[in-house]
């Protein structure tokens, strides 16, 4: 009877015994986190809800960067399940691109239309104001108005530069037609006009979870090697547009580029890759961080030496320019 009572005693200590073996594995290796839906999708795990209010909050003021009275919200509430999963893989998602697809967002623009065309698009009902005034005492009987309009993305928005040109050109074409007395001979000058193309690729946010198109704009001004020494690829798009990270990888430099690219950020991507984001109106990551691909890491700007808004793209192989549509293509 004794020598039962310790078999059953021994075995119970040993199941104990590895069920607490086994617990503390699990531990080990799994951590755990919420696993999210929005609208019934699954958008990725995350350590706890207040790192996802973290990640909202990001692209939130990304959107509020752009204008500061934009509408931002999520059709319907997350829903969180909580689970277990490896450390690797809150590493390896995409949460930020995947969330960013659920945002949606609500801009008010002001519109100057003359003669029935738009001509100028902007966020401030001041600023419209302003021009459609300086307009109407250039020329008291045009035809212009202001209209009001709702959209959830914010795109060709005019800047004060093109807005100027722009008034300049209407009133010039306004003016009384005067007759010259004579008829001079036609000068002739020699000018090189470049006209901007359009990548007609797929410009989506992601494609397989590690590589994201740079902008929300597809606009390219200048290919590469458009002129002699241009390695990269020239997007444009308006002042403080965000400007994604490429791919996953450390911020290698942040800062003002002595060389022309004026506000800079560069990306290693491991084994001598490395992106170039040059330009910028501003930067929010620095030296020495770690980003996601598809991470808000600049906006899109005209420092340094550039003619207007937008994102200088490149890519370097261990220190030499490449073909950077040789990398946009895989997207």
């Not at 990640?55 to 919200?73: F, G, P």
């Not at 261990?318 to 895989?330: I, R």
Request: proline share 3%; glycine share 8%; charged share 20%.
């Amino acid at each position: 009877m004794l020598s039962t009572l310790r078999f059953i005693l021994f075995t119970a200590i040993s199941l104990v015994m590895i069920f607490t073996a086994v617990y503390l594995t699990v531990l080990n290796t799994y951590k755990p986190a919420v696993k999210t839906y929005i609208n019934g999708e699954f958008i990725g795990y995350f350590s706890d809800e207040q790192q996802f209010d973290e990640v909202y909050n990001d692209l939130v003021a990304e959107k509020q960067n752009i204008d500061e009275n934009v509408k931002v919200y999520l059709e319907s509430e997350p829903t969180f399940e909580q689970s277990y999963i490896r450390d690797s893989l809150l590493e390896e998602q995409n949460v930020y691109t995947n969330l960013r697809a659920e945002i949606k967002t609500e801009y008010t623009i002001y519109e100057l239309v003359v003669d029935g065309e738009k001509q100028m698009t902007f966020t401030a009902e001041d600023q419209a104001e302003d021009y459609i005034n300086q307009l109407k005492a250039e020329v008291s009987d045009i035809n212009a108005n202001i209209e009001v309009e709702k959209v959830s993305e914010l795109e060709d928005v005019t800047s004060t530069e093109r807005a100027d040109d722009i008034l300049a050109g209407i009133v010039d074409r306004n003016k009384p037609v005067e007759i010259p007395k004579e008829e001079e001979e036609p000068q002739t000058t020699n000018t090189t006009q470049y006209t901007a193309s359009v990548y007609n690729g797929t410009v989506a946010s992601v494609a397989d979870g590690t590589k994201v198109w740079p902008t929300v704009y597809s606009r390219i001004n200048c290919d590469y090697l458009g002129y002699y020494g241009h390695n990269g690829v020239d997007i444009g798009g308006a002042s403080g547009t965000p400007i994604y990270a490429y791919m996953g990888g450390t911020v290698t430099f942040s800062g003002w580029d002595t060389t022309g690219y004026g506000n800079c950020i560069k990306i290693s991507h491991g084994n001598g890759l490395v992106t170039i984001y040059a330009h910028c109106s501003a930067l929010y990551v620095s030296a020495g961080q770690q980003v996601s691909a598809g991470q808000t890491i600049a906006g899109i700007g005209m420092t340094g030496w550039a003619t207007g808004n937008h994102l200088h793209f490149e890519v370097r192989v261990n220190g030499v320019p490449v073909n950077p549509w040789t990398y946009l293509n895989q997207i």
